[in-house]
Structures are given as C-alpha cells and as structure tokens.
C-alpha cells in the first residue's frame, strides 16, 4: 500500500461527502488555516494544554514526513470550490510493530464519524507495514475520543496515571 497516494472518498453521517487523503507538504496553508479555526477546548484536548499557533518545528515535521515512521491523513471537504482541511489524524511508529495516534476534528464536524473514519484509515495503512499496536494519550474528560477507541471494534486496554488515560488497540484484520 503507498500511504504517500493514500486517496478514500467516504459519507459522514450528516450525508456530506469528505476524502480522506494523504497529508502533503503543500498543504501547510491548509493546515495552518485548520487550526485557526479550532476552538480553544479542541486545541487543549489534543495538545493537553493551551496552543496559539503551530510553531515552526511541527511545520518542519509536516514537511518531513516520510510515510514509513509517520503517517499524516487529512479529512477535506469542498467548500465554494476550494478543498478544506477538516480534520486530521497521523500516527507515528514508536517501536517495529507500535505507532502512537492523535486525531484532531474541526468543533463544527464532530460527532459525525469523522474520528472513527480517521483511525480505520490509519489503521488500514498501519497493518499493512507491519504495525500491530496504536498507542494513545487522552484526557480522562475527553469522553468523545475515548469513545472512539472504545468503539474501533479492536481489542482496547486503558489505564490512568499521572491524569492521563494511555490506550492501547491491537490492530485486528478487518
């Protein structure tokens, strides 16, 4: 599989159309234009603490990614003809069979599967380079993503420490 071309048209459940792609140094402007966009909590929720822009060194890791120890997906839509990040989950390989993931939505586009469809799609190209196991950090408030986890269909463990949640999926075939 070359996540690199990584290309899925998917429906979420409000009927909208999206595309689920591969993340692309020349999306930078969409990227950056994303995150203006993102509400305070959404941004604490991700990043476990307050963030007013995307610093250069994680613009750099954006440029960098290689598509074998990280893997950046985009969800986009169409919008008055021009194509608009919407979400964005990546994972990055920890050990030779373990990624950690981080998915991160747009407040007016959650709860509409957008989370979910993310992590089958990262999980998808996961298994298919040999990874066996996503990792997660969550905050014990965040019930959404740890509802996603829970309802992956993959085995889950979950343990608390420190104030936060550690998740660990087995990618299972399917």
């Known amino acids: 599989m070359d996540a690199q071309r990584y290309y899925e048209k998917e429906q979420l459940r409000s009927g909208q159309e999206v595309v689920i792609r591969a993340a692309h140094p020349d999306d930078m402007e969409r990227l950056v234009e994303a995150f203006g966009k993102l509400e305070a909590n959404s941004i604490?929720?991700?990043f476990f603490g307050p963030?007013?822009?995307i610093t250069a060194a994680e613009l750099q890791r954006f440029?960098?990614?290689d598509f074998e120890t990280c893997v950046r997906l985009l969800c986009t839509i169409i919008r008055d003809g021009r194509e608009i990040a919407i979400a964005s989950g990546l994972y990055v390989r920890v050990a030779q069979d373990a990624a950690e993931v981080a998915?991160?939505?747009e407040e007016d586009y959650q709860r509409q599967g957008i989370s979910s469809c993310l992590l089958s799609h990262l999980?998808?190209?996961a298994r298919a380079k040999g990874i066996r196991k996503f990792t997660a950090e969550v905050l014990p408030h965040n019930s959404a993503m740890l509802g996603v986890f829970r309802r992956c269909g993959w085995p889950m463990k979950a343990r608390t420490s420190e104030g936060t949640v550690h998740i660990t999926l087995v990618l299972e075939p399917g």
């Open 123 to 125: 999980g998808k190209i």
């Open 44 to 46: 604490y929720m991700r």
């Open 103 to 105: 998915m991160i939505v």
């Open 63 to 65: 440029r960098d990614t």
């Open 51 to 53: 963030k007013k822009e």
